[in-house]
């Protein structure tokens, strides 16, 4: 490098004549410095370890990755947070993802996801996506430590002050739902997801199955039907606009629970509501559908939270046959991948809805706000309350004020992991049949016994 440099000055020399050349070397050696000092401030991270931080504060199961680098003090925290199947994220970690990045610069966030993506060949399942979540947010913490800044000053700064949250108001009677969406208002939610019960039916979103009412099935389990749902949640929406008025958002998840040709009919019949967005009426198994809901109202649809692989989302986004794009962001490989869809949406119309349920957790939280706020076409974002354990594992979760999600100003994600109290709350303590399961959900079934999705 110094011989090319003396090459170089003696070649200015021997152009200019020696004067002016000298003081190109003074500006040039003078910027040198600049850089190198540049570079001091912001030496190249390497990853020393990656471990796996499993807890249940709040009675789901949350896994976050850590990654901790070779410079004393920078680790960064990723959501990974598949909760049905958690434990298996866990080996998938430490087993695969440990040794591949053990070593490697912790600062080359796309290479390191597009290497990770590619390693196990066959890929866009699940569990490795959100193994790879875990890192890829890990990754986006560390540089915003680094940085000094938000991750979403990285993305490129606000395009808002805070993200309009949607909160679930339910109830097993009308009256109940509307009571539950009164006290969101309350509060200032300007939108609001309204889920009905069915008597005697395991509903989505609200438990019909605790009334007295006792549907005779051929199985003993919990029985769900679908038309008795769709008639009894289109007069919920009647009675919604008549006692909250047209001013609230509202917005309802059919959650893949009823059949393709009965969604169509269902989107139609919704229309007169005019819903701020109908969600998952359809299965990712079934989205040629959406072509027909799209050519016959003009319900805005809302899809993807089960979605994993750019083949399910790359169409309804090209051909604008949705219009809010749902996806778990963990579940579709963390933060790097998201940003991408966001800007392919924003070309196509599609806004933004990221899952925000309580099974992802505070730093996947954190994560779906930076995006909120980075990226121009936000739409809503769910919104689930961080209650007091989950607080006291996970400091700095963004704040709630008035029906707006607040970033942390902190740089990174601006949450700190409390890893001794994390351990208070171990995997298998959940309440109910989902301990017994792992974490896992258990079955729903017509009057006849056919499973049902959920
Ligand atoms: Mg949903």
Redesign the pocket.
Known sequence: MQGANQGRRSLLKAITGGTFGGLLTRREAAAQAQVARAVRATPTPIIKDVSVIATAPAGLRLVVVKVTTDQDGLYGYGCGTFTQRADLVVPAVEKYLKPFLVGKPADRIDDTWQACYNSSYWRNGPVLNNAISGVDQALWDIKGRQAGMPVYQLLGGKCREAADCYGHASGNEISDVIESAKGYMARGFRHIRVQIGVPGMEGYGARGGTSSVTIKALHKGPVYEPAPYIRRALKMFEECRKQLGEEVELLH?V?ERVTPIQAVQFAKDVEKFKLFFF??PLSPEDIAYFRQIRQQCSTPI?MG?LFNSPHEWNTLIAERLMDYI?IHVSQAGGLTPCRKIAAFGEIYGVRTAW?G?GDVSPIGHAANVALDLACYNFGVQ?YSPFGETTQEVFKGCPVMTDGYLYANESPGWGIEIDEKAAKKYPFGNERGGRALLNGGWGEVRKRDGTLIKQ
């Open positions: 998840d959650h969600e998952d809302a939270e749902r899952h349920p769910e």
